[in-house]
C-alpha cells in the first residue's frame, strides 16, 4: 500500500468529524431542503442496504445482486446519501466539502481495496474489473463465467451492521431540523 493510499485510509474517518462540524456549521437548512433530502438519502440508504445483504467480506467475491453492477455499490449508495445531506444543508460551502470529500477519499479508498480484491482473488477478480465498472453502475448486470447466484440476505445485513446508515442519516436529520429550529430563535 502505498503512503498516500495509507494516509486516507487511515484518515478516511479521523478527517470525517471535524469536517462533519464544519459541514453544521455553514449548514443553512429549512424544512424544504430536509424534506427533499429524504427520498434521495432512502436510495442511498436502499442501495447500502442491499450490497450489505449480498455482501460477504473477506470470504468470497461478490459479484451478484448489485455487485453485478458496480464493483461498489456501498459507496455508490455512500455518495448518493452524501448527495441527500448536500441538499439537506442548504449550503453551496456544506455540499463542496462533503462531495469534495466524498470524492477524494473513496476514489482512492476503492482503488486500495481494488488492489487487494485482485490480489486475494486474483483472475476471477480481473474477469469482474473487466466486466463491471468500479462506481458508476451498468444498467444491466454482468454475466460472469464464474460466481454463484447468490441472493440477498438479512442476516448478512445485519452482520455487516448496515443499519448503522440508517441511524447516522436520521441522527442527521435530527440535527440539521434542531438547527432549522434554532434559527427561528435567532441563531444565524
Request: net charge positive.
Amino acid at each position: 500500500m502505498s503512503s498516500a493510499s495509507a494516509f486516507f485510509t487511515r484518515w478516511r474517518v479521523r478527517l470525517g468529524y471535524p469536517l462533519a462540524i464544519l459541514v453544521l456549521w455553514f449548514a443553512r437548512p429549512n424544512p424544504k431542503s430536509i424534506l427533499l433530502a429524504i427520498p434521495v438519502g432512502l436510495l442511498g440508504l436502499f442501495i447500502r442496504a442491499l450490497a450489505a445483504g449480498y455482501l460477504h467480506k473477506q470470504e468470497v467475491l461478490t459479484v451478484t445482486g448489485p455487485y453485478a453492477y458496480t464493483r461498489n455499490p456501498l459507496y455508490f449508495g455512500s455518495a448518493i446519501l452524501a448527495v441527500a445531506a448536500s441538499i439537506a444543508t442548504y449550503s453551496w460551502i456544506s455540499a463542496a466539502i462533503l462531495c469534495g470529500y466524498f470524492a477524494l477519499f473513496y476514489s482512492v479508498v476503492m482503488r486500495r481495496e481494488e488492489g487487494e480484491l485482485r490480489q486475494h482473488h486474483g483472475a476471477a477478480f480481473d474477469e469482474y474489473a473487466q466486466a463491471v465498472p468500479l462506481f458508476f453502475p451498468r444498467l444491466v448486470p454482468a454475466k460472469l463465467s464464474f460466481g454463484s447466484a447468490g441472493s440477498f440476505s438479512f442476516a448478512q445485513f445485519k452482520k455487516n451492521r448496515e443499519y448503522r446508515a440508517l441511524i447516522g442519516f436520521l441522527v442527521l436529520l435530527a440535527v440539521l431540523w434542531i438547527l432549522w429550529r434554532s434559527s427561528l430563535l435567532g441563531r444565524y
